[in-house]
T-cell receptor, first 113, second 116 residues
Framework: AQKVTQAQTEISVVEKEDVTLDCVYE???????LFWYKQPPSGELVFLIR??????QNEISGRYSWNFQKSTSSFNFTITASQVVDSAVYFC??????????FGAGTILRVKS | EPEVTQTPSHQVTQMGQEVILRCVPI?????FYWYRQILGQKVEFLVS????????KSEIFDDQFSVERPDGSNFTLKIRSTKLEDSAMYFC??????????????FGNGTRLTVT
């Protein structure tokens, strides 16, 4: 069975602070994929990144970076110099060798000006 | 950029009524999904659909739910007799055929279902 844990229910930061959202996953599959989605207040789910289990290279995209560590089954997401527009719910998700994407409970990020 | 479209954006219905939620997936995608998100809670898998049949469903997807791809473009979720606890945001998603699980799901903007 697949499981995704996002232990941080809610994080509040002040604009320009860096913030890291934690994600820990469980799977027995050899091949799997990890994702982050953003859900802004408007409610839609926006795809941010995908990582496969064979690629542990960290990735940076603008102010966003992701740290995938297979040894600790973690796929953490860091926002550098946060902005008010980053305020949203962020979901980590896992797809194993089946067809289904399993979501974590989400972390509410509030960025205050 | 192509996107998944869902209609209506908000539907209000009375308990016991049937509702049909509609989705138009991205045209070259082959896997289709319905997910549900009760207000303030996690996004839960309901059902996946491939090659004109259900490939997997969750325990939430009981006999009152059904899915259909009536033509080449639409993908619908029917709830036969709605209950108060069916009130939620329902997301449709689609993805390309790219091995197992690997291509990202593209989600529609959701239909907010309110059962009164």
């Amino acid at each position: 069975a697949q499981k995704v844990t996002q232990a941080q229910t809610e994080i509040s930061v002040v604009e320009k602070e860096d913030v890291t959202l934690d994600c820990v996953y469980e799977t027995r599959d050899t091949t799997y994929y990890l994702f982050w989605y953003k859900q802004p207040p408007s409610g839609e789910l926006v795809f941010l990144i995908r990582r496969n289990s064979f690629d542990e290279q960290n990735e940076i995209s603008g102010r966003y970076s992701w740290n995938f560590q297979k040894s600790t089954s973690s796929f953490n997401f860091t926002i550098t110099a946060s902005q008010v527009v980053d305020s949203a719910v962020y979901f980590c998700a896992l797809a194993g060798e089946g067809n289904k994407l399993v979501f974590g409970a989400g972390t509410i990020l509030r960025v205050k000006s | 950029e192509p996107e998944v479209t869902q209609t209506p954006s908000h539907q209000v219905t009375q308990m016991g009524q049937e509702v049909i939620l509609r989705c138009v997936p991205i045209s070259n995608h082959l896997y289709f999904y319905w997910y549900r998100q009760i207000l303030g809670q996690k996004v839960e898998f309901l059902v996946s659909f491939y090659n004109n049949e259900i490939s997997e469903k969750s325990e939430i997807f009981d006999d009152q739910f059904s899915v259909e791809r009536p033509d080449g473009s639409n993908f619908t979720l029917k709830i036969r007799s709605t209950k108060l606890e069916d009130s939620a945001m329902y997301f449709c998603a689609s993805r390309e055929l790219e091995g197992t699980g690997g291509s990202p799901l593209h989600f529609g903007n959701g239909t907010r279902l309110t059962v009164t």
